[in-house]
């Protein structure tokens, strides 16, 4: 089945800086990545999606990019803010049959120091 | 509009008990699904629902893990005979459908904390 990696599982930038959170996945049917931020307490919130075809996605000051081929993906912050800090979980799904059901990685804590 | 609702927001039982998590989706949506986070871990897949029908289980943790859903819309997660490894925060999510040809967006309700003392 399928797994997904995701690296650093802890990100300390200063205000103003970019942060970039990276994951791998297996199985070369996903073809859906979205990325979750997830504030203490509360459950996870959709921030941006990709899917397989298209490489890159834009959305003000959050970006996703697709390598198909390598098998990855990965988030771009930038000029992050305090309220940017908390938990980024990626995720990957094959769409189609029985295979919607979303695979995380294990989420990477991102702090932003004023 | 109102998302995903859970309830309680928290649970303290005692071991050997058992514990029902109810979860309202979002209104229409026909696809619900529960994932279960340990401390500090990411999300763990448990079931989907498709419509009252929960096609694959592999993915509860024993058998004392059981969910239904019922007229399309509420599910609940029971837990029986609660062990202390049971303890974790149980969400819930929906989305318009599941599988189709493209995957349609999760949206996660905040959760019900379980501690099993």
């Known amino acids: 089945g399928e797994n997904v990696e995701q690296h650093p599982s802890t990100l300390s930038v200063q205000e103003g800086d970019s942060a970039v959170i990276k994951c791998t996945y297996s199985d070369s049917a996903s073809n859906y990545f979205p990325w979750y931020k997830q504030e203490l307490g509360k459950g996870p919130q959709l921030i941006i999606d990709?899917?397989?075809?298209?490489g890159e996605k834009k959305d003000q000051r959050i970006a996703v990019t697709l390598n198909k081929t390598a098998k990855h993906f990965s988030l771009h912050i930038t000029e992050t803010q305090p309220e940017d800090s908390a938990v980024y979980f990626c995720a990957a799904s094959t769409s189609g049959g029985s295979q919607g059901n979303l695979i995380f990685g294990k989420g990477t804590k991102l702090s932003v120091k004023p | 509009g109102a998302g995903v609702s859970q309830s309680p927001s928290n649970k303290v039982t005692e071991k050997g008990k058992d514990v029902e998590l109810r979860c309202d989706p979002i209104?229409?949506?026909?696809?619900l699904y529960w994932y279960r986070q340990s401390l500090g871990q990411g999300l763990e897949f448990l079931i989907y629902f498709q419509g009252n029908s929960a096609p694959d289980k592999s993915g509860l943790p024993s058998d004392r893990f059981s969910a239904e859903r019922t007229g399309g819309s509420v599910s609940t997660l029971t837990i029986q005979r609660t062990q202390q490894e049971d303890s974790a925060v149980y969400l819930c999510?929906?989305?318009?459908?599941?599988?189709?040809?493209?995957?349609?967006?999760?949206?996660f309700g905040p959760g019900t904390r379980l501690t099993v003392l």
């Open positions: 999510a929906s989305s318009l459908r599941f599988g189709g040809r493209t995957t349609d967006t999760q949206y």
């Open positions: 990709i899917r397989s075809n298209v």
């Open positions: 209104s229409g949506h026909t696809a």
